[in-house]
């Protein structure tokens, strides 16, 4: 899924310094659902139960379960407790705090977005968490921590800033 770096921390040494816990999606459609637990200090399995409460678990219309628009995740995110605003992206120079970013892929000659976890940090710039891959990303990366790199990723369309409950560091 893109090109692998290592750039100084143990493993333990940058996740710790992050203070949001990276989750991986267990399910195809489980962008949103890894997201949500990220940004609440949740489990996968606390935060899939949020989806189910709010109806979205299930195939809805032409919509697979679990997969949700910009509203819907926004939906989501108020149920879970914070508060939310969709924002226009404007690039990594104007990003701040902690949002929910939609990253966009090609597959089978097409475009497709999932969703990802990203916030300031104020030694590694900006933080990207896939939640479909098991390394962290980061815009001024750490030495020696196997990661991916941090331009791979394109965000497109709204992104959406979520209330800062974990004191990310927004002075980044």
Known sequence: MGEVTANSYPPTEWASACRIQKIEAQEAYGSG???LAMVTGQDYSSARQAFVKAGLAQRRGGKVGLSTNMAEMSAVITIGGLANTPRKWAGWNQ?????IIKIRY??????????????THREYGVVLFDPHD?????RCAPMDVLMHEFDKYEVVG????????????DDA
Not at 109 to 119: L, M, T
Not at 158 to 169: G, P, R, S, Y
């Open 158 to 169: 709204k992104w959406l800033q979520v209330e800062n409950i974990h004191a990310v560091d």
């Open 134 to 138: 098991s390394l962290p990303s980061f």
């Open 106 to 119: 090609r597959t089978e000659g097409r475009d497709r977005w999932y969703w990802a976890v990203a916030f």
């Open 33 to 35: 659902v890894a997201c």
């Open 95 to 99: 990003f701040r705090g902690l949002g």
